[in-house]
């Protein structure tokens, strides 16, 4: 069965530290994986995807098959990255599983 | 981007009534709308896939005949709390891909139901 998993539900860190919010999945076939969004009072949005390889807003993720994960990262957080991250799967029947979210706040 | 808007926003409801709500794709034609459901603090979970023209495709658990899900155009998906239980107060939420190569999902700003 599909699902993903991301560990930390908060996460805080200081303006222009590095960030990394961990998401691990399970799933049986080639995963298809995303990064949404969800800034303060907005609806979820795209962040990015894992097949683009793209980098945007400063974050990149890169899929581990060994490790199962697909972790998001930015090298230096902005405080207009404090919003809540979600993990997604893509599964066989083109549903989207995503994680339980993980919190993120960056501290002036 | 793309707009998907639902409606309404809010709504209270007295328990053992039904509520309607509409999940629309207002500048792309959807032939698949997906609802999800999210509680306080909590992830989203998938409920249904809804799909123009045939029936919905439920995920384990979710009961069909109290979530009914009706994709009558390829705008318009509809989710239906039939006799609604203050158990069933959630926030749901639609989303639906505009390009089915893309994978992206675009979602609407969600409904918060309240059952009293």
């Known amino acids: 069965a599909q699902r993903v998993t991301q560990p930390e539900k908060l996460l805080s860190v200081f303006k222009g530290a590095p960030v990394e919010l961990k998401c691990n999945y399970s799933?049986?076939?080639?995963?298809?994986l995303f990064w949404y969004v969800q800034y303060s009072r907005q609806r979820l949005q795209l962040l990015l995807r894992h097949i683009s390889r793209e980098s945007i807003k400063g974050f990149t993720a890169d899929l581990n098959k060994g490790e199962t994960s697909f972790h998001l990262k930015k090298p230096f957080a902005q405080e207009e990255d404090s919003a809540m991250y979600y993990c997604?799967?893509?599964?066989?029947?083109?549903?989207?599983?995503f994680g339980t979210g993980t919190s993120l706040t960056v501290i002036p | 981007g793309a707009v998907v808007s639902q409606h309404p926003s809010r709504v209270i409801c007295k328990s053992g009534t039904s509520v309607k709500i509409e999940c629309r794709s207002l500048?792309?034609?959807?032939?698949?709308m997906f609802w999800y459901r999210q509680f306080p603090k909590q992830s989203l979970m998938l409920m249904a896939t809804s799909n123009e023209g045939s029936k919905a495709t439920y995920e384990q658990g979710v009961e069909k005949d109290k979530f009914l899900i009706n994709h009558a155009s390829l705008t318009l998906s509809t989710l239906t709390v039939t006799s609604a239980h203050p158990e069933d107060s959630s926030f749901y939420i639609c989303?639906?891909?505009?390009?089915?190569?893309?994978?992206?999902?675009?979602f609407g700003e969600g409904s918060r139901l309240t059952v009293l």
């Open positions: 997604a799967l893509r599964g066989t029947g083109n549903q989207f599983y």
């Open positions: 989303s639906a891909r505009r390009d089915p190569n893309t994978g992206e999902l675009f």
């Open positions: 799933y049986s076939g080639s995963p298809e």
């Open positions: 500048d792309f034609q959807a032939t698949t």
